[in-house]
C-alpha cells in the first residue's frame, strides 16, 4: 500500500518541536561511551521534566501529526 508523503510545512518540522530543543539542549555537549550511558542520560532528563510539561508535549505532537 502506498501513502502519499505530505507537503513539507516549516511550521511542523519535528526538528522545532519544543520538547526536541529542551533534549537537545540537555544533551549539547554531552559523549557517551555506549547506549546504556545514553539511556540513562535519556532517563535522567525524561525524570527531571515535569510530567505534565512532558504529556502536554506529547499530545501537541500528536496535534502537529495531524495537521500533515
Do not use: Q
Not at 26 to 41: I, M, P, Q, T, V
Amino acid at each position: 500500500e502506498m501513502f502519499d508523503h505530505p507537503p513539507y510545512r516549516p511550521d511542523l518540522a519535528p526538528s522545532d518541536f519544543h520538547l526536541f530543543i529542551k533534549l537537545k539542549e540537555f544533551l549539547r555537549g554531552k559523549r557517551f561511551r555506549s547506549d546504556e550511558e545514553l539511556e540513562n542520560a535519556w532517563t535522567t532528563w525524561r525524570s527531571e521534566l515535569a510530567g505534565e510539561e512532558y504529556d502536554m508535549g506529547i499530545l501537541k505532537l500528536v496535534d502537529r501529526y495531524d495537521k500533515c
